[in-house]
């Protein structure tokens, strides 16, 4: 088969390497890709958020499957150009994804489903949102209804933090995303994150995971996009899966399909367990990053064989191949990350780093110049290991860490602490 993949992070070059692996792979394209995807894939050049190009280009190349990895394609419909022009595709439809780009949307789904979520209020101007902030107290958090790159939710410790952040979205510091704002119940507990695949009918649970989202060791300063992760989550048993599946996630599914909008694809399921029950933080429509680069490390080959079955229909007659392993993935950034920081500095030292099952370096930010492997994001690599124990998980990803050649970045020393 000839495949494509939309994205150009850790989590596309995660998603290629274990695509890569599958026999039915002939040929793999990644678009935009990055500088470490094109060393195991073609990389080529498009706009992954106009559908019509999309499908043109697979039509040229004659692609037969499509996986869609960030939300920003989804939510533009690019999932339903290619269906309706007749192509396989792993991602849900535009109407779906609204369960990540509309919070309003997914508390209102939540509600209809009777799934434990916070309890919320959802407004259109500030002055009611005010009202409500003034009755509930703090601590409280304040989202931003739309889309906003993981920086539009603000948890408030306090009365004036609260208004504060309800007077600057509705200023517009998250422009159309903040138009509409929920505001939700502070929720105490542990998180971890669930991944499922739907196919519009049936779910499949492919594994859990945990990410550190504070720039800091012993998870302190800024918030992240995510300094690492790490599978399985042992805060999510097995007891509190099947909890999380039959009042969380099965009723989410009846509702969207009854709504005429059956899900398909990866969804990404936040929860918050405290006594031993979960509630929904909030639902992703495609796979995290880093969460996705120890789920593929776990999963390998078969992932393709389970985005397939998904696309098609097929996830009743499907089941994970475990092995009772782990997996970490340590973020390096680039200094000054998650504030500014610079581009083009040279990575050195990744020849020597072993590369197969056990041992990976995806690469989220980098490119090429001349000969050089230079970083051009944040996030630039995210060094990523498997082991019998999270612990030989994490030896090993710090000892790849170590040969890598970087003076200008930075990682987490203690990424996995939690569960270890
Ligand atoms: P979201 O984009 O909705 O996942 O929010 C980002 C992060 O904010 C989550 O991963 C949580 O750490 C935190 N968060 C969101 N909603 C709540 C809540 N209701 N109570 C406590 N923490 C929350
Ligand atoms: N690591 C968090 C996310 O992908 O949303």
Not at 218 to 235: E, F
Not at 263 to 270: D, E, F, H
Request: proline fraction near 4%; aromatic fraction near 6%; glycine fraction near 12%.
């Amino acid at each position: 088969m000839n495949i494509l993949i939309l994205g150009s992070g850790g989590r596309e070059h995660a998603l290629a390497w274990a695509v890569m692996q599958n026999p039915k792979c002939d040929r793999l394209v990644v678009a935009p890709g990055n500088a470490g995807i094109a060393a195991i894939a073609d990389c080529a050049d498009l706009d992954i958020l106009n559908g019509i190009a999309v499908v043109s280009f697979c039509e040229e190349r004659s692609i037969d499957f499509v996986i869609i990895g960030p939300e920003a394609p989804l939510a533009a419909g690019v999932a339903d150009d290619l269906r309706n022009a007749g192509f396989k595709v792993f991602g849900p439809s535009a109407a779906a994804a609204q369960l990540e780009a509309s919070k309003a949307f997914t508390k209102e789904i939540c509600d209809a489903a009777q799934a434990p979520t916070a309890a919320y209020g959802h407004f259109t101007d500030a002055a009611s949102a005010l009202a409500y902030v003034a009755a509930q107290g703090a601590p409280i958090v304040i989202k931003a209804d739309g889309l906003a790159a993981g920086k539009g939710v603000i948890i408030a410790m306090t009365d004036a933090e609260a208004q504060a952040a309800v007077e600057t979205m509705f200023d517009g510091a998250f422009g159309d995303a903040g138009a509409e704002v929920v505001i939700e119940e502070f929720m105490e507990g542990e998180e971890a994150s669930f991944f499922v695949l739907c196919d519009g009918e049936d779910v499949l649970p492919i594994g859990t995971a945990q990410d550190h989202k504070r720039v800091g060791d012993g998870d302190t300063g800024p918030n992240t996009g995510g300094m690492g992760a790490y599978s399985p989550a042992p805060v999510l048993s097995d007891a509190i899966a099947e909890r999380a599946l039959a009042e969380i996630v099965r009723p989410t599914m009846a509702e969207m399909a009854r709504r005429g909008m059956p899900y398909q694809g990866v969804l990404y399921v936040g929860l918050m367990i405290k006594d031993g029950a979960p509630r929904l933080v909030e639902y992703n429509v495609r796979f995290g990053d880093p969460e996705c680069q120890v789920l593929m490390m776990r999963l390998g080959a078969q992932a393709f064989d389970l985005m397939q079955a998904c696309a098609e229909g097929r996830l009743a007659e499907m089941q994970v191949n475990w092995a009772e392993d782990h997996a970490i993935s340590v973020v390096m950034a680039a200094n000054g990350y998650p504030g500014s920081y610079a581009k083009g500095s040279v990575i050195g030292g990744l020849d020597a780093v072993p590369e197969d099952s056990a041992n990976m370096v995806f690469h989220a930010g980098t490119g090429r110049s001349g000969g050089d492997i230079v970083a051009t994001g944040g996030r630039v690599l995210n060094v990523t290991a498997r082991g019998a124990s999270l612990a030989e998980a994490q030896a090993r990803a710090y000892a790849m860490v170590d040969q890598i050649d970087w003076a200008d970045g930075f990682c987490r020393r203690d990424i996995g602490w939690r569960a270890l």
